[in-house]
């Protein structure tokens, strides 16, 4: 059974304000804010927490800044390229590599086995050719300022 703990108002107003965020993030509309918008309000907050009364008067001003595109660099997932190369293996290589290597793995101190400098260079200047850069869309920062008061 639960330990009782004391109402104090402090902790009545952490209660309030953890209820009051657990409900905002589950019923926040970020979708319905205009960008660039500017909104002021005045919200009366009253809660009653096992008897004990908080209550707040919060002047807002709510601004939604404008989207902007953000690019990011895409890479190939290492499985799924690994995959493909040993797929243009003939069988026995492919066997044969798959047994081998953590072997090798293992051996080499958790490292993979040394390779000729030029299958390095070769592996390098391929994987960055498999990258590319995509652009999305980023919806604008929300930022709220607000002075509370006793209600």
């Known amino acids: 059974m639960p330990e009782t703990v004391p109402l104090t108002p402090d902790r009545v107003a952490a209660v309030t304000w953890a209820m009051l965020a657990k409900v905002a993030a589950k019923e926040k509309r970020r979708d319905l804010l205009a960008a660039g918008g500017s909104y002021k309000g005045q919200l009366y907050l009253v809660a009653e927490i096992g008897g004990a009364r908080f209550m707040k008067l919060i002047n807002t001003e709510l601004s939604v800044g404008h989207s902007s595109r953000r690019g990011k660099s895409v890479a190939p997932n290492p499985t799924a390229l690994v995959a493909l190369i ?10 044969r590599l798959v047994r081998d290597l953590p072997e090798l793995f293992a051996a080499a101190g958790n490292r993979l086995p040394e390779v000729e400098p030029v299958m390095l260079t070769l592996a390098d200047s391929l994987v960055t050719r498999l990258r590319a850069k995509e652009t999305h869309l980023v919806e604008g920062t929300v930022s709220c300022r607000y002075m509370l008061a006793d209600a």
């Open 86 to 95: 040993l797929s243009k293996l003939n069988t026995a290589t492919r066997e």
